[in-house]
């Protein structure tokens, strides 16, 4: 008959593959059109158009109407494809549904580690799926998906058999350690910070070498043009024919105490001579009463 499992078939979990639905569900999907007119004689080759055709996942909806996808679940646990042919619908990464319905499959009858090792990888794959429960649809993640079927009990209003925790099968040694993206990631960031770092410390180290010499070099400069400044000041008033005007003003106390100061200003032989000096130097000169300390 349609509704009878295949000759031959494995015992899943120690009973019919199809009494992993929930009687109440099975007996409303062989009542419906969908599971008469689309699910007969189905094969491993031909369900794969029927799964490339879906529009969602999900359980039931409506008045518990089965969706089209729990139909084809049913499907391949009644027919149960080989292991090869399930990893080549898992493979198929242009069509979404054909996946999803694959990774249902896998977590609902293959052993626990190879649930691990099938469905962890396929936390990298973002697309989105229509979901459709008693709500209406909705927006789900393919990551979201095979989460939910690695940590939660009912997925897609169906009791998913138990499944052994994943630290457990690591302490037994049957299953290596979780390989994360975001832990790979976060290592990647901290390399490339410390990468920046270093060659941060590298550039100011060298700016510090290279200012350094500069640092010296500046009081030598400053000591050659003070040296300058002073040798050009030493040599104009020596100069004979010098063009600078000089003024000396000359304070002068008598021996009497007067409190009066004389002022006296001396004029270079430039100006002497008339010749047109533009610059004028003015220096103080004592006087000879004011030198003599004996009075």
């Known amino acids: 008959m349609a509704n009878t499992t295949v000759r031959g078939a494995v015992a899943i979990h120690g009973q019919n593959p199809q009494y992993l639905v929930e009687s109440v569900i099975r007996n409303r999907i062989y009542e419906c059109s969908f599971w008469k007119e689309h699910c007969f004689a189905l094969t491993a080759e031909t369900i794969i158009d029927k799964a490339i055709d879906l529009k969602a996942i999900g359980g039931v909806y409506g008045n518990q109407k089965p969706t089209e996808f729990l139909c084809l679940l049913l499907k391949l646990l009644q027919?149960?494809?080989?292991?090869?042919?399930?990893?080549?619908?898992?493979?198929?990464?242009e069509f979404k549904y054909l996946r999803a319905l694959a990774v249902m499959?896998?977590?609902?009858?293959?052993?626990?580690?190879?649930?691990?090792?099938?469905?962890?990888?396929?936390?990298?794959?973002?697309?989105?799926?229509?979901?459709?429960?008693?709500g209406g649809y909705s927006i789900?993640?393919?990551?979201?998906?095979?989460?939910?079927?690695?940590?939660?009990?009912?997925?897609?209003?169906?009791i998913?058999?138990?499944?052994?925790?994943?630290?457990?099968?690591?302490?037994?040694?049957?299953?290596?350690?979780?390989?994360?993206?975001?832990l790979d990631a976060m290592e990647g960031k901290s390399e490339h910070g410390s990468d920046k770092s270093r060659s941060r410390s590298r550039s100011t180290d060298r700016s510090a070498g290279s200012r350094s010499p500069s640092a010296h070099s500046r009081p030598s400069s400053r000591s050659r043009s003070r040296g300058r400044s002073a040798s050009r000041g030493s040599k104009s008033p020596s100069s004979p024919g010098s063009r600078y005007v000089s003024r000396s003003r000359s304070r002068s106390r008598s021996g009497s105490g007067s409190p009066y100061r004389s002022r006296s200003r001396s004029i270079s032989p430039d100006r002497a001579n008339g010749s047109p000096g533009r610059f004028r130097s003015r220096s103080r000169s004592i006087s000879p009463d004011r030198m003599d300390t004996t009075a």
């Open 79 to 93: 027919i149960q494809p080989e292991k090869e042919i399930l990893l080549e619908y898992l493979q198929a990464d």
């Open 105 to 134: 499959y896998i977590r609902m009858t293959f052993r626990p580690v190879d649930v691990y090792e099938l469905l962890e990888p396929l936390l990298k794959d973002y697309r989105k799926l229509r979901y459709r429960g008693m």
């Open 140 to 158: 789900i993640h393919m990551d979201e998906y095979v989460d939910q079927l690695l940590t939660e009990e009912r997925v897609c209003d169906l």
């Open 160 to 182: 998913l058999p138990r499944i052994t925790k994943r630290d457990v099968l690591e302490d037994l040694g049957d299953i290596g350690p979780r390989k994360s993206r975001l």
